[in-house]
């Protein structure tokens, strides 16, 4: 808990714009998931989900962007949520949820 604190407490590690451990998306779910697990709250259970979702849709657009394929559209759109990393993680998502 002292530590979870202190991190939060730190302006530097927070501050997106100071490029603070907290706006990295794997950084801040595990940042939220331990407050969840500390404080009992749900609230940063669905902020921590969130940002798995977002760290997943960064590997699928990367993975797009890589082959030359980005335009910036619409299709881009629709292959990154088709992508497997977005499509495990939302998976993953629901079976925690115990709705599939």
Not at 2 to 27: H, M, V, Y
Not at 41 to 51: E, I, K
Not at 69 to 82: L, N, Y
Request: charged share 20%; glycine share 10%; aromatic share 8%.
């Amino acid at each position: 808990m002292k530590a979870l604190e202190a991190f939060r407490s730190d302006p530097i590690l927070n501050e997106p714009s100071q490029g603070g451990e907290a706006d990295e998306d794997a950084a801040a779910a595990a940042i939220y998931a331990a407050e969840c697990f500390m404080s009992g709250a749900v609230q940063p259970a669905g902020h921590a989900a969130g940002r798995l979702v977002d760290l997943a849709f960064g590997i699928a657009d990367a993975e797009i962007e890589s082959l030359g394929e980005w335009t910036g559209g619409v299709e881009d759109f629709i292959r990154s949520c088709s992508h497997p990393a977005v499509q495990v993680e939302l998976q993953w998502q629901l079976e925690l949820l115990g709705t599939v």
